[in-house]
């Protein structure tokens, strides 16, 4: 997905969280998007100032304002402006009240990565800002992934997912032949470094291989003492 010029998507992430901010936008730089960070609502607006986004994921509770008083200021020169807010869990009246100051969606914390991406390519589209760049499917040989819809199948059959599943075939179908190390799958999909987590890497690893591999040629692959790689069969 890119802006309808075919230039990337901007979007300012503000929260005062730095890990939480980081992984947002290494997801949102993930799909293709320009990402700007600030940590507190006068950052936000200066920033939104110098260099305007195409859509900003908000945080209600700033250090040094609300997120609420930050929208109105945004909105208040740019009325058309894409906005989702982000929300504590328990705080209902936070989520109606962001609503009705002109928030235009909004996902509660802690939240999926996926979520907010995929609420976050809905926006786009209803704004208009946005245009597909063309399929949203992802093939290798037999396999398709439907990003939009999440649907898998291969060799026609569909194939049940759950999310994490779903979110592990993604990162190797995005990055078909090349060697993905268990460090590196642990950071995309599960946001941990390698600090003996890796066992989950290979537990989830087979239960790729029973849906997609069983029966089946091979696609996914062990490259001992590196990681894993998926590729089409020679």
Request: net charge negative.
């Given at each position: 997905?890119?802006?309808?010029?075919?230039?990337?998507?901007?979007?300012?992430?503000?929260?005062?969280?730095?890990?939480?901010?980081?992984?947002?936008?290494?997801?949102?730089?993930?799909?293709?998007?320009?990402?700007?960070?600030?940590?507190?609502?006068?950052?936000?607006i200066?920033?939104?100032?110098?260099?305007?986004?195409?859509?900003?994921?908000?945080?209600?509770?700033?250090?040094d304002?609300?997120?609420?008083?930050?929208?109105?200021?945004?909105?208040?020169?740019?009325?058309?402006?894409?906005?989702?807010?982000?929300?504590?869990?328990?705080?209902?009246?936070?989520?109606?009240?962001?609503?009705?100051?002109?928030?235009?969606?909004?996902?509660?914390?802690?939240?999926?990565?996926?979520?907010?991406?995929?609420?976050?390519?809905?926006?786009?589209?209803?704004?208009?800002?946005?245009?597909?760049?063309?399929?949203?499917?992802?093939?290798?040989?037999?396999?398709?992934?439907?990003?939009?819809?999440?649907?898998?199948?291969?060799?026609?059959?569909?194939?049940?997912?759950?999310?994490?599943?779903?979110?592990?075939?993604?990162?190797?179908?995005r990055?078909?032949?090349?060697?993905?190390?268990?460090?590196?799958?642990?950071q995309?999909?599960?946001?941990?470094?390698?600090?003996?987590?890796?066992?989950?890497?290979?537990?989830?690893i087979?239960?790729?291989?029973?849906?997609?591999?069983?029966?089946r040629?091979?696609?996914?692959?062990?490259?001992?003492?590196?990681?894993?790689?998926?590729?089409?069969?020679?």
């Open positions: 997905m890119t802006r309808a010029d075919g230039s990337s998507i901007r979007v300012l992430v503000v929260d005062d969280e730095p890990g939480l901010a980081e992984l947002v936008s290494m997801a949102l730089r993930y799909e293709g998007w320009k990402v700007t960070t600030a940590g507190d609502g006068a950052t936000a200066r920033l939104a100032q110098q260099d305007p986004p195409d859509v900003v994921v908000l945080d209600v509770m700033l250090p304002m609300s997120g609420l008083d930050v929208l109105q200021k945004l909105r208040g020169t740019r009325p058309d402006l894409p906005l989702l807010l982000l929300t504590a869990k328990e705080a209902l009246e936070d989520r109606i009240a962001g609503l009705a100051a002109g928030g235009d969606d909004y996902v509660t914390k802690p939240f999926s990565v996926e979520e907010l991406v995929l609420r976050l390519r809905a926006l786009m589209r209803r704004s208009g800002v946005a245009a597909d760049t063309g399929d949203a499917r992802l093939i290798v040989a037999d396999l398709i992934l439907d990003e939009d819809s999440h649907e898998v199948t291969r060799s026609d059959d569909e194939i049940q997912l759950t999310a994490t599943e779903f979110e592990l075939l993604r990162f190797m179908m990055n078909p032949h090349r060697v993905l190390t268990k460090a590196q799958i642990l995309r999909v599960w946001n941990h470094d390698d600090d003996g987590r890796s066992n989950v890497v290979e537990l989830y087979s239960y790729l291989r029973r849906k997609i591999d069983a029966g040629t091979p696609l996914i692959r062990t490259v001992r003492g590196v990681g894993y790689v998926l590729k089409p069969p020679r």
